[in-house]
């Protein structure tokens, strides 16, 4: 069996990594509930719908 020791560039490697999914999840958390919570209207499946497709319709408008 061998042992492997951890160096300094290992340990600074593995917490820039940590950091780096910590952020990612708190980027998903925050576009899932602030940007896109108020598209949804609660049962109402048309008015969400509309809510969905309204900003896609003028994004595509400005960006063409």
């Known amino acids: 069996m061998t ?3 951890v160096d300094n560039a290992q ?3 593995a917490k ?5 999914g910590l952020v990612a999840f708190g980027l998903v958390v ?3 509930y602030v ?3 108020p598209l949804i209207v609660p049962r109402n499946e ?3 719908a509309r ?10 408008d400005k960006f063409t």
């Open 46 to 48: 048309d008015a969400t």
């Open 51 to 60: 809510n969905i497709l309204v900003p896609q319709t003028q994004l595509r």
């Open 30 to 32: 925050f576009g899932n």
């Open 16 to 20: 820039i990594a940590g950091v780096a």
């Open 35 to 37: 940007l896109l919570y």
């Open 11 to 13: 340990r600074t490697a």
């Open 3 to 5: 042992t492997c020791t």
